[in-house]
Antibody
Framework: EVQLQQFGAELVKPGASVKISCKAS????????MDWVKQSHGKSLEWIGD????????NYNQKFKGKATLTVDKSSSTAYMELRSLTSEDTAVYYC??????????????WGQGTTLTVSS | DIQMTQSPSSLSASLGGKVTITCKAS??????IAWYQHKPGKGPRLLIH???TLQPGIPSRFSGSGSGRDYSFSISNLEPEDIATYYC????????FGAGTKLELK
């Protein structure tokens, strides 16, 4: 069974950085990309970017360049997203999602349960 | 960037009834649209990809159709577990989600 495990919540001060994790299981970690999605309170979903665990290659939504950095640890099948220079605008739920390249395109087929990030002093 | 206009933002329906949600893209997305179900405290669940292809394990009560810029998603024979927020996603050019539709019981 494919599972993406995320920790529930992080509370961080403005100006600081945070590294959110997503541990994958139930499939070969390097066979799929890992994507990240932001959901601000009461709002829709925004794609942040993705990483190919095989090559460590990344793609970012222009909006999140400089804000988010995606990495992986293949030995533990864990993907990470670091967010820097945090402000209240970064308060949101962050999801990891498995990105698969299929005959009918590339889309997200499994999701983590989300990490709630609160930026507050 | 492709914009996705999803409507309605909310709707209420009766058990056993049928609901339809639409998404309109700002340009042709070549049928590259997926639909997700999202419940509080969980990650979104993929229901349909490439306009109308059901993900394995998804009941046939869920369906999708459309082409070009206009797409729709329907749930028939509504069941209590269908209460959730639904999102469309275009994946023709990068990724854009619709604003979501919150489905409630009448």
């Amino acid at each position: 069974e494919v599972q993406l495990q995320q920790f529930g919540a992080e509370l961080v001060k403005p100006g600081a950085s945070v590294k959110i994790s997503c541990k994958a299981s139930g499939y070969t970690f390097t066979d799929y990309n890992m994507d990240w999605v932001k959901q601000s309170h009461g709002k829709s979903l925004e794609w942040i970017g993705d990483i190919n665990p095989n090559y460590d290659s990344t793609n970012y939504n222009q909006k999140f360049k400089g804000k988010a950095t995606l990495t992986v640890d293949k030995s533990s099948s864990t993907a990470y997203m670091e967010l820097r220079s945090l402000t209240s605008e970064d308060t949101a739920v962050y999801y990891c999602a498995r990105g698969g390249r299929y005959d009918d395109g590339y889309y997200f087929d499994y999701w983590g349960q989300g990490t709630t990030l609160t930026v507050s002093s | 960037d492709i914009q996705m206009t999803q409507s309605p933002s909310s709707l209420s329906a009766s058990l056993g009834g049928k609901v339809t949600i639409t998404c309109k893209a700002s340009q042709d997305i070549n049928k590259y649209i997926a639909w997700y179900q999202h419940k509080p405290g969980k990650g979104p669940r993929l229901l349909i990809h490439y306009t109308s292809t059901l993900q394995p394990g998804i009941p046939s009560r869920f369906s999708g159709s459309g082409s070009g810029r206009d797409y729709s998603f329907s749930i028939s024979n509504l069941e209590p577990e269908d209460i959730a927020t639904y999102y469309c996603l275009q994946y023709d050019s990068l990724f854009t989600f619709g604003a979501g539709t919150k489905l409630e019981l009448k």
